[in-house]
């Protein structure tokens, strides 16, 4: 028998599209948003090769928009754990608009790393998620952007 309950979780793991936008609210909160591509691999039927991208948009708060301020840049490999939610709003001209966002819960580093960007594993425990390989060492090779 089911749960009446409902469960509302996102996994990404994908590219960071731009450096990551940060804003503060009146009473001094963080908010960030994030752009994030993920990108399918598919062979056609005659073996060519289609890369179909994607493109999220996250929103972070508190100490995980802190967190990515500080450590998330363009073209950085992440995963993304969290609740998918639409807004709608009414935009300047009047018209009626509708997103879907994911709300980050966790956001852990992938892919090489820079020793010289951390002091410690530490800087990246604080309910973030462990941070798990290394960062880009700035190439963009393998980037659907």
Do not use: C
């Amino acid at each position: 028998m089911l749960d009446k309950n409902s469960y509302n979780k996102i996994i990404l793991v994908g590219h960071i599209g731009r450096d990551p936008e940060i804003r503060y609210t009146p009473d001094n909160r963080a908010v960030a948003n994030i752009s994030l591509a993920t990108t399918e691999f598919m062979t056609k039927p005659n073996g060519e090769r289609e890369d179909r991208t994607q493109w999220h948009n996250i929103v972070a708060w508190g100490k995980l928009a802190e967190f990515g301020e500080k450590y998330l840049k363009k073209g950085m490999q992440i995963m993304v754990e969290g609740k998918l939610r639409y807004d709608n709003w009414t935009a300047q001209d009047g018209t009626k608009r509708k997103s879907a966002r994911v709300y980050a819960d966790k956001i852990i580093l992938l892919g090489k790393r820079d020793r010289n960007d951390y002091q410690s594993n530490n800087n990246m425990d604080a309910g973030f998620g462990e941070p798990s390989g290394d960062l880009p060492d700035g190439s963009d090779e393998g980037l659907p952007f």
